[in-house]
C-alpha cells in the first residue's frame, strides 16, 4: 500500500513536473524546427516563426501585432523585419509606469545545407517570454506590460532601435531584456541593469533561489571581468542597448557565455527544460513583484 502510495505520488510529481514543460517544450521544439531553419532576418522561413509566435500570444489572450521596419542586410540591400508585440493592459483603476518585456526571435538563419537553430540564442527568451504572457494573463495588473519579439537583433538591434523609438520614453519604468536563458550546470543567472534601474533590481535576487541564482551587475565592465570576456561590450551585446539609448531603465537576463553559441550546435536537445522552466518561474515571480496586485 505505501509503495503503491508512493507510486501514485511519484506518478503525480511526473505528471505536474511534464505539464509545467510542455508548452515550454513545445514552443522550444518548434521555434528550433528545421521549417523555422534558423530565424534568419529577412528569410521567408522566419515569417513562419513571427506567424507562431502572434498565435501563441493570441492563444494566451494577448492583442498581438506586427510591427514592420527595414534594417540593412548587406551592401546597398534593405531587409524587411518584423516584431510582434502584444500588451496586457493594466486591469487596475490606478495604474503605475508599464513594462516592457523583450526577446529577440531571429537568429543567423542557414549556411548551405545546415541550419542554426540557436535554441538558447534566442529561442529559450522567447519561449519563457510567451510563458511570462501566459502567467500574467489572469493577474491583477498595476502596469501595462508590452512584450515584444524582436527581429534583426543579430544584424545590429534593429528591431529594438525601431520599437524603442515607438514608446514614450517617461511612461515606461523598465525593460526587462531576456537573451540567453538555457543555464549551464553552474545554475547561475546573470543580470545587468542601468543605475536608473535601482529601485526596481531590489526585487531580483529574492525571487531566485539557491538552486538557481541571480547575480545582478550594474557594470559590463564588471560583468565582462566575472565571465572573463574582455572583448563583450555587454552593455550593446543586446537589444536593452536600444531601450537604454532612448532613457529607459533596463535589465538583462542570461547565461553569459555558451560554448555552443552561434554555432550549429546551439540546439534544442542541449537545453534543459526543466531548468529553463525554473528560470521562467524566477523571472516571472521578479516581474509579478513590480506588476501584480492582491486581489481585492
Ligand atoms: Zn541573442
Known amino acids: 500500500m505505501l509503495r503503491l502510495k508512493i507510486s501514485i505520488l511519484w506518478l503525480c510529481c511526473i505528471a505536474a513536473v511534464a ?36 498565435t501563441r500570444f493570441s492563444e494566451a489572450g494577448l492583442d498581438a501585432y506586427y510591427q514592420s521596419f527595414r534594417f540593412r542586410q548587406g551592401f546597398g540591400k534593405l531587409g524587411h523585419g518584423h516584431n510582434v508585440v502584444a500588451t496586457l493592459p493594466c486591469n487596475v483603476p490606478v495604474c503605475h509606469k508599464a513594462l516592457v518585456i523583450s526577446a529577440h526571435y531571429d537568429h543567423l538563419g542557414s549556411r548551405g545545407s545546415r541550419y542554426y537553430p540557436g535554441a538558447n540564442d534566442n529561442a ?33 538591434l534593429y528591431g529594438a532601435h525601431f520599437f524603442a523609438a515607438t514608446l514614450t520614453p517617461s511612461q515606461v519604468a523598465l525593460n526587462i531584456n531576456l537573451d540567453m536563458l538555457a543555464v549551464s550546470p553552474k545554475n547561475r543567472l546573470y543580470v545587468l541593469a542601468s543605475k536608473q534601474a535601482s529601485e526596481f533590481t531590489y526585487a531580483i535576487e529574492p525571487a531566485f533561489d539557491s ?86
Open 19 to 54: 505539464h509545467a514543460n510542455t508548452q515550454l517544450e513545445t514552443d522550444l521544439k518548434v521555434l528550433t524546427s528545421p521549417e523555422h531553419a534558423g530565424r534568419g532576418s529577412g528569410s521567408i522561413a522566419i515569417n513562419e516563426s513571427a506567424r507562431y509566435i502572434h
Open 211 to 296: 538552486q538557481i541564482r541571480a547575480l545582478v551587475y550594474t557594470s559590463a565592465t564588471s560583468l565582462a571581468r566575472r565571465l572573463d570576456t574582455p572583448r563583450v561590450d555587454w552593455l550593446r551585446a543586446s537589444d536593452h542597448y536600444a531601450f537604454h539609448k532612448v532613457g529607459i531603465p533596463f535589465a538583462y537576463f542570461g547565461v553569459g557565455i555558451d560554448p555552443n553559441h552561434h554555432t550549429p550546435k546551439d540546439q534544442f536537445d542541449k537545453v534543459d527544460l526543466p531548468k529553463l522552466n525554473q528560470v521562467s518561474e524566477h523571472i516571472s515571480a521578479f516581474i509579478s513583484a513590480l506588476s501584480v496586485s492582491a486581489a481585492p
Open 124 to 156: 529559450s527568451g522567447v519561449v519563457v517570454m510567451l510563458d511570462i504572457a501566459q502567467r500574467l494573463a489572469s493577474r491583477l495588473r498595476h502596469r501595462e506590460i508590452t512584450f515584444v519579439a524582436t527581429d534583426a537583433e543579430e544584424k545590429g
